[in-house]
Nanobody, 118 residues
């Protein structure tokens, strides 16, 4: 399986931008997709964006057109570029990896806080 380390969170003003990074280590060749989820206080964890090993991407409806996910090939690091941030984007952001290594697995990072406030 893999271990994930996130970086890049912080405080940003409305309308600003941030870039998150997530680096994977371990059995890298087992990764099939990586992505970002977020969870705000009192809300369920939701998909932000994901990218597959083939490069196909998927975005949550609330971030389409504002956020971009990118990854290297093979997938070892993924980036989330967040533009036009608004207070509703405030949440803990978690990196996710899904793969197969003697069975399917899902790995999670510890999370990084993004706060959008003036």
């Amino acid at each position: 399986q893999v271990q994930l380390v996130e970086s890049g969170g912080g405080l940003v003003q409305p309308g600003g931008s941030l870039r998150l990074s997530c680096a994977a280590s371990g059995v890298i060749s087992s990764i099939r997709s990586m992505g970002w989820y977020r969870q705000a206080p009192g809300k369920q964890r939701e998909l932000v964006a994901a990218i597959s090993r083939s490069g196909s991407t998927n975005y949550g409806d609330s971030v389409k057109g504002r956020f971009t996910i990118a990854g290297d090939n093979p997938l070892t690091t993924v980036y989330l570029l967040m533009n036009v941030l608004n207070p509703e984007d405030t949440a803990a952001y978690y990196c996710n990896a899904e793969g197969h290594y003697y069975g399917s697995y899902t790995s999670w990072g510890q999370g990084t806080q993004v706060t959008v406030s003036s």
